[in-house]
């Protein structure tokens, strides 16, 4: 007798794999398991069709032992620890950061995330002087000019060029490409030159410079130089002439601007070009970001500290600055003496120095799969894999919430469920903690 295969297909499911978070994928389940990822990107389509492999296996000290014992132990480490570090949380969701933060809030703890060792300039540049931005849709719809600039994303986001950027068509781009320019600035071509009307190759570490130039000559000055950053100044003045003339430009930058000479003062300088083109046109700017909610836990982390990454609680109230507690310094001074790595590969990610030190200290590793960190992790916990396996809400790199869908069923808990099965277990090893909670505010 043959039996029947279960199938269906879940439309509309928001990919996690990176900030261009996209969302018209559709998932093809047979039997419990994923067959088939239709409009996805290679990325895209790996993380679903390959969640199944490399998956972690709950251990303590290396031998296998049960979700419950792995929590109590990591419950056991986080309670007794002295200055914890919470990090990582950027291929996850935002009821999950939530529920790290309060555990950070509970226990004294370091929390910090990826964009402590990426994009942390362009948010400490935005909280500098603002930024001009706008949503994907509008760029599809409006964007006449489209400059990338220190990024990448043939690569890094295959389908950000399709679905909004330059091929796509839109309400005042009906001809899609035909009605965009596309320019190209970086240290060296990449794929994304290929895609590019123009691409100008400029020298390592002179964006600043090359930004005070462009404002300075938006603003009609004129200079007493043949070139900057390696490039003619005439080419400069023609880039400033077509910037002006664009009904509606967007300058998008990646990680060539920040973690390069000049760090955030290189995205202070670009907010500020934009800022002062608009005096002309309509022009803006956006952070290309990586991780698929990358965005989300910085906006969370905002909400509820009032900060965006490198934030203490040790003192009871959050702290915020950036060098004393951002992730790679505290590890690198040697600072913390417990650590909570969740949906992150700390290990095979930091600099050597930092990473020597996550070894030498109690480790837990929550994470659906396999890595670097859960290989010499104390306490691994496997996860549900969010927007997979696990439901909740994600942030596109233009700050949109989208609901991620559960596709198909886990053995293992989410992320929000280890971390408040976590929270419980601290607050009945530190009954003290509890009562606080419970006590009415005092009255002014």
């Not at 972690?56 to 570090?85: F, N, W």
């Not at 390696?230 to 077509?242: C, F, I, K, M």
């Not at 001074?333 to 095979?348: C, F, K, N, T």
Request: hydrophobic share 40%; charged share 25%; glycine share 8%.
């Amino acid at each position: 007798m043959t039996v029947a295969k279960e199938m269906r297909v879940v439309k509309d499911v928001t990919c996690p794999f990176c900030g261009v978070t996209c969302d018209d994928l559709e998932v093809h389940v047979e039997d419990g398991k994923i067959r088939d990822v239709k409009n996805a990107c290679v990325l895209g389509k790996d993380t679903f069709l390959h969640h199944l492999e490399g998956l972690a296996t709950p251990r303590i000290d290396g031998k296998p032992a049960s979700i419950e014992a792995c929590i109590e132990a990591a419950a056991d480490i986080l309670a007794r620890a002295k200055y914890p570090l919470i990090y990582g949380l950027d291929s996850t969701e935002l009821h999950a950061h939530r529920k790290a933060i309060e555990l950070a809030d509970l226990i004294g703890a370091n929390i910090d995330h990826t964009s402590s060792v990426c994009h942390a300039p362009s948010l400490q540049a935005v909280q500098t002087v603002g930024i001009p931005s706008c949503t994907v849709g509008e760029v599809k719809n409006r964007a006449d000019l489209v400059i990338f600039w220190g990024a990448n994303p043939a690569e890094a986001h295959p389908r950000h060029a399709t679905r909004y950027s330059v091929t796509v068509k839109g309400m005042f781009t009906p001809q899609g490409r035909k009605d965009r320019t596309v320019i190209h600035i970086d240290v060296r071509r990449t794929p994304t030159s290929r895609m590019a009307d123009t691409f100008i190759q400029i020298k390592p570490h002179s964006d600043y410079e090359v930004f005070s130039t462009l404002t300075a000559l938006v603003n009609g000055h004129d200079l007493d130089v043949s070139e900057v950053g390696g490039v003619p100044l005439q080419e400069w003045r023609d880039l400033v002439e077509v910037m002006k003339g664009a009904k509606f430009g967007i300058l998008y930058w990646g990680m060539g601007l920040t973690m390069t000479r000049g760090k955030y003062l290189n995205v202070v300088a670009l907010l500020r070009l934009c800022q002062e083109l608009n005096r002309f046109t309509k022009f803006l700017g956006a952070p290309l970001r990586g991780h698929g909610n990358v965005v989300g836990m910085a906006q969370v982390l905002t909400w509820q500290t009032g900060f965006p990454f490198a934030v203490n609680m040790s003192r009871g109230y959050p702290r915020f600055n950036p060098g004393e507690f951002s992730v790679a310094d505290l590890l690198g001074r040697g600072e913390v003496d417990a650590a909570l790595i969740i949906a992150a590969d700390a290990i095979g990610n930091f600099p050597a120095k930092a990473a020597q030190h996550l070894k030498s200290i109690p480790l837990i590793a929550v994470d659906p799969k396999e890595s670097e960190t859960t290989k010499v992790a104390q306490v691994v916990i496997p996860a549900a894999q969010a927007a997979v396996a696990a439901e909740g809400v994600a942030y596109r790199m233009d700050h949109i919430p989208l609901p991620l869908k559960k596709v198909v069923d886990s053995p293992y808990p989410s992320d929000r469920e280890i971390l408040d099965r976590i929270i419980a277990r601290v607050l009945a090893k530190r009954p003290d903690d509890g009562a606080k909670r419970a006590a009415p505010l005092p009255r002014g």
